[in-house]
């Protein structure tokens, strides 16, 4: 009984394997058709789909119908090429972070233009005056007011006496005074006692030993950084080359301040370190003129208090150690119109110590004493040659006697 029951069991064993290798082979065989045998290498990346199917959709059935998982992605890096900028791009950006240069406005007839800007010393000296001298019966009373008008006005003593007799006479002579006959009188007076005749011109050409050098001195406070720059424009607008130094080297704000205006223009400025010796930019300027070929030279000279007798000294030595290059062809001092006959005093002692060729007025259009052009001119022996009218870049205008007077009348 025992070898019978072994018997069985050991069939049944035998039975179970040959059933396992027989379902194993059918497996194997569907596998094999279907194209699916694994294999010892992995399997290519898949390409993307044509019809843009998005990454992580359910993969197609199989032949069997039965719906597969989809095998993972294989990533590939991908060097993405870094494009350079070209180099024309990069030129075409650096032309257009450079400032533009400014084309200044003509100089002719700018203080026609300007005439606007003289309405404050219109009513005190033209219309004032024109009212005095329209009275029926010019008394000495009249005549008083008339001294009093000019003096006001700042022409001085000397030449309100000399206009005030000039006037008696030919009103007297004159007889009938009808409001153009008086007009025309007065016009001629003062144009007389300006000076028609003076040589205004800043002498600013090229000659055979460089460029003109041009020494803009003044006091502290009277515009003469911001008029070194608004002259480059009026010698730039008449066809000059200019180059600019900035021997302010006391103050830094100064330098940068004249080398805005420079670039604006396209002038090229020479400036020091700060503190530095005022004389070795003025010489370097010259020196920079020279090689450049240009036509002037525009030295800023540091403000200094006419009282201050060191100053005024080392404002002497500037102008000679310019000279070793050549010689100074204008030296132009810069006076507030507003201060009257204080200015009078400051042109006195910078006369002393360099010699004074002609004189700018600033402000001149925020004072109602025009009368300084006559005394200023009078006091030093030398013409006002620019003078300012605002603060616009381009509100500095050659001076005519014949377009102030006629301003001034209105």
């Not at 029926?136 to 007799?165: C, R, S």
Request: hydrophobic share 45%.
């Amino acid at each position: 009984m025992e070898y019978v029951i072994l018997a069985v069991v050991i069939a049944v064993v035998a039975i179970g394997a040959i059933t396992g290798l027989v379902v194993s082979g059918r497996r194997r065989k569907e596998l094999d058709k279907q194209g699916q045998a694994p294999t010892l290498t992995a399997p290519a990346p898949a390409k993307p789909a044509e019809s843009g199917t998005a990454q992580g959709a359910a993969a197609p059935p199989t032949a069997s119908g039965a719906t597969e998982a989809p095998e993972a992605p294989v990533e590939v890096p991908v060097e993405v090429p870094v494009e350079e900028p070209a180099v024309e791009e990069v030129r075409v950006e650096e032309a257009e972070a450079a400032p533009a240069v400014e084309v200044p406005e003509p100089t002719a007839g700018r203080l026609v233009r300007l005439r606007s800007r003289l309405s404050r010393s219109q009513s005190t000296l033209g219309k004032g005056l024109l009212a005095l001298l329209s009275r029926d019966h010019l008394d000495e009373d009249t005549w008083e007011e008339i001294e009093e008008t000019l003096l006001t006005a700042d022409v001085g003593v000397g030449a309100t006496q000399e206009l005030v007799d000039n006037l008696r006479t030919r009103v007297k002579v004159l007889g009938t005074r009808t409001p153009d006959e008086l007009r025309g009188l007065l016009r001629e007076e003062l144009v007389n006692l300006i000076g028609p005749d003076a040589d205004r011109t800043v002498r600013s050409v090229k000659h055979e030993a460089g460029p003109a050098v041009v020494l803009v001195v003044g006091v502290n406070g009277v515009g003469k950084t911001t008029t070194t720059g608004k002259l480059a424009r009026v010698l730039v607008a008449d066809g000059r080359k200019v180059v600019l130094g900035a021997a302010d080297t006391f103050r830094a704000a100064a330098a940068d301040q004249l080398q805005t205006w420079g670039e604006r223009v396209g002038a090229h400025t020479v400036r020091g370190p700060e503190g530095g010796d005022p004389a070795s930019v003025a010489f370097d300027a010259v020196k920079q003129g020279i090689a450049d070929g240009v036509d002037t030279v525009l030295v800023d000279t540091a403000g200094r208090l006419h009282t201050k007798t060191g100053l005024m000294d080392e404002l002497g030595k500037v102008k000679r150690v310019v000279e070793k290059h050549g010689p100074v062809d204008e030296v132009l001092l810069v006076l507030d119109a507003t201060t009257g006959q204080n200015g009078l005093v400051q042109a006195r002692v910078f006369a002393e110590v360099v010699d004074i060729t002609g004189i700018v007025l600033t402000k001149l259009d925020g004072t109602a004493k025009g009368g300084i052009v006559i005394s200023v001119q009078r006091e030093l022996g030398v013409p006002v040659k620019l003078i300012g009218l605002g603060e616009g870049a381009d509100d500095l205008a050659p001076f005519e006697p014949g377009a102030f007077v006629d301003a001034l009348l209105g």
